[in-house]
């Protein structure tokens, strides 16, 4: 196997001024002697991460970022355990605790700018300094959410974390898929602890260096926090520290590990910012896209995606263009089975996005392709949070990035790409790489089966997938075999939307909750058809009305998924 085949060359990031591959020496992208592992679902995440962190002392490192943090989630069962306790504590023990987190839009909006004040301030008064970052591209976002961990006395112990798990309430859900205790404000359709279903990485090896060295260049960076005058005097009147104290030299990358099979290259998503963009990325850098696009161009014979959102024409062709390259290629994809929030002007942007993709996609892949989305066992849509994609056991993915123009040229974004150094091309890739054991783990839950029965072959993968969606379909409709012993279980007509969502919702919305209401009562159902393993529900590309036609674009393309690439006559 080459590896260049598969991941970016230095000149290929187009960001001469990153010194992210500086540590090798040898210009070369990528670090080998890594270990990968997958941590599925915010639960075990954050127990892991509260172990590592109280197990650090005097001397170590603790540097994070992220899109949102909130103080008082709980990382464990213990109500002592929460993120503002356990950084400060660790602060107290002697751990140089460094923090950047986005400092958002008014809260009053639903964002989070004061709760990280809050956890900053909390984080300062004990010694160390979380900073609130807003340099960020007009209605862009700071949206990397990776923590490193780096100890003073044994190096092979360092350890980096990255994904789509945020430190915020809402995220700490496991696999039953109950939600968390401290839950998120959704739609309604997902219940008031909505079901959440996330994905991170712990890499150790040389590669951690490399995440060090993306949250090093943010913070040394010389642009300063913010430029906005009213951010800059409401920084005032709450004594905000708004500058960033040195961190000291970095330490080398940690020794390869001795069973690390892993290659690993870190790609980011940094946009052109005005008026004065970053020193370590002043053109940018869209290494993200770029390493996605030289990826799939090698895929055969399945590429798996698990993401939040999937919008746009450019990411539909982007999949499209190697349906047509490669009629043997099969595509999945896990999405929300509906939009996170309620209302006409924050649903029918978010189905257009996914339209624009959908559409092109289908149009080159007919039936080798298939989407999904998630219930739980309670018959309530899962949020499906993951960044994630595997092509063809041999390339993997995780990172906070989207399938969107957003992450890809807007917000700042971090992904960890991975392949196996064993094998020449051509062969399988071991059992035990990461990208199969990903690849097994995922859809195993999403089958209702062990990791051991998931079919090998891509397109047996596949049809099992395909097939288990239509059997949950089929019991949710009362289909055959299902229809005759619960019909008089089911509700004659859907459940009723109360009066006071109902003035607030679009027919679309409406029929929406009505469809999920008769979807719960009958899962609730004490009937004889068994429900069938899984949970897999099929996916229809959204359709919108002419009317909807005429606005729901221009709230896509302002709003939602902007575009943050270079202007024409601009960048590289």
Not at 199 to 209: F, K, L, R, S, Y
Request: charged share 25%; net charge negative.
């Amino acid at each position: 196997m080459e590896v260049r085949d598969w991941l970016l060359e230095s000149a290929e990031r187009e960001n001469s001024h990153t010194a992210i591959d500086a540590a090798r020496g040898d210009g070369s992208a990528w670090s080998d002697g890594n270990s990968v592992r997958a941590i599925v679902h915010g639960r075990d995440y954050f127990a892991e991460l509260h172990e590592r962190i109280c197990a650090m002392g005097p001397g170590d490192r603790l540097y994070f970022a992220d899109w949102q943090g909130d103080p008082d989630q709980q990382l464990t069962d213990d109500p002592r355990s929460t993120l503002n306790t356990t950084l400060v504590d660790a602060v107290r023990r002697g751990v140089d605790v460094r923090g950047l987190l986005w400092r958002s839009h008014w809260h009053r909006l639903g964002f989070s700018a004061h709760r990280h004040r809050q956890l900053g301030e909390d984080i300062g008064e004990a010694g160390g300094q979380c900073l609130r970052d807003m340099r960020v591209r007009t209605r862009g976002a700071h949206h990397q959410k990776l923590v490193v961990l780096r100890y003073a006395d044994d190096p092979s112990r360092d350890v980096a974390y990255l994904g789509g798990i945020d430190l915020c309430h809402g995220r700490r859900d496991d696999a039953k898929h109950q939600g968390d205790r401290q839950p998120v404000e959704m739609a309604r359709a997902y219940g008031p602890t909505p079901a959440w279903h996330d994905v991170q990485v712990a890499i150790q090896g040389p590669a951690v260096h490399d995440v060090e060295t993306t949250f090093r260049e943010r913070w040394e960076d010389s642009t300063p926090l913010t430029l906005n005058p009213g951010r800059l005097l409401s920084s005032f009147v709450h004594r905000e520290d708004l500058t960033p104290r040195p961190l000291g030299d970095q330490a080398p990358p940690p020794p390869a590990r001795p069973d690390g099979h892993e290659i690993v290259q870190i790609v980011r998503t940094f946009p052109v910012i005005y008026p004065k963009s970053y020193d370590f990325a002043p053109e940018g850098e869209r290494s993200v896209m770029l390493g996605n696009t030289k990826a799939i161009a090698q895929a055969e014979r399945l590429v798996y995606v698990e993401d939040q959102y999937l919008w746009s024409e450019e990411v539909g062709e982007h999949f499209a263009g190697a349906l047509r390259r490669n009629p043997d290629l099969r595509l999945v994809v896990v999405l929300p089975m509906v939009p996170d929030r309620e209302g006409t002007a924050v649903e029918l942007p978010q189905l257009y996005g996914r339209a624009l993709a959908m559409r092109k996609i289908v149009e080159a892949g007919g039936d080798r392709v298939a989407f999904f989305g998630l219930t739980n066992d309670n018959g309530l849509p899962t949020y499906v949070h993951a960044k994630t994609c595997i092509i063809d056991h041999r390339w993997a993915s995780v990172g906070s990035d989207n399938l969107n123009r957003r992450s890809w040229t807007s917000d700042s974004e971090i992904a960890c790409t991975v392949v196996d150094d064993r094998g020449d091309v051509g062969d399988a890739a071991p059992e035990d790489s990461f990208p199969r054991v990903l690849l097994r783990t995922l859809v195993a839950e999403h089958l209702g089966c062990g990791p051991d029965e998931v079919p090998e072959d891509p397109h047996e993968l596949f049809d099992a997938m395909v097939a288990c969606a239509a059997d949950l379909d089929g019991w949710y409709a009362g289909g055959p075999g299902a229809r005759r012993r619960v019909r008089d279980r089911l509700p004659r007509r859907p459940a009723p939307v109360p009066t006071s969502v109902s003035r607030r919702l679009p027919g679309h919305a409406r029929r929406r909750l009505q469809v999920l209401a008769r979807a719960t009562a009958f899962a609730s159902a004490d009937h004889e058809q068994q429900r069938p393993p899984g949970r897999l529900r099929r996916l229809a590309t959204p359709e919108l009305t002419a009317t909807q036609l005429l606005w729901a674009p221009r709230l896509y393309d302002l709003l939602f998924d902007p575009d943050g690439g270079p202007r024409p006559g601009e960048g590289n």
